[in-house]
């Protein structure tokens, strides 16, 4: 089976609620799978703003990186090719736009709280990147 590399990027969230930090999360009925909101890299575009443009249209949210938080690696096989994925994310505050705008790639994005999120997102990677991404935030002077 062929071998190929895939990069992608993408963002956590967060805001400050009503009752502590959220984060968008975004999910899908057909699979039942929730994630964070992340994507390919088109041609020339580096991994910051690729992080910005498939977070901003997944979401309907503008936003803007704060930092970058960590990156998930894994493989996964796919048409008779198995991948081996990179996806680089990046703490990330909204700065405008509305979650009723997002794509059609997912059915639902909703401002989670952080306990809430952990308990949906699909994926241990996902959830890992939110603990890191608030360790981030709340190390901060």
Known sequence: MPVERAISAGGVVLREGATGPEVVICGRQSDGVWGLPKGTLDEGESLEM???????????????????????EYWFTGDGVRYHKWVHHYLMRATGGSIADHDLEHDRVEWAPIDEALNTLTFNNDKNIVRQAMSEVTDAP
Do not use: F
Request: hydrophobic content about 50%; overall charge neutral; aromatic content about 0%.
């Open 50 to 72: 690729a992080a910005v443009r498939e977070v901003s249209e997944e979401t309907g949210l503008k936003v803007e990186i704060v930092k970058k938080i960590g990156v998930i």
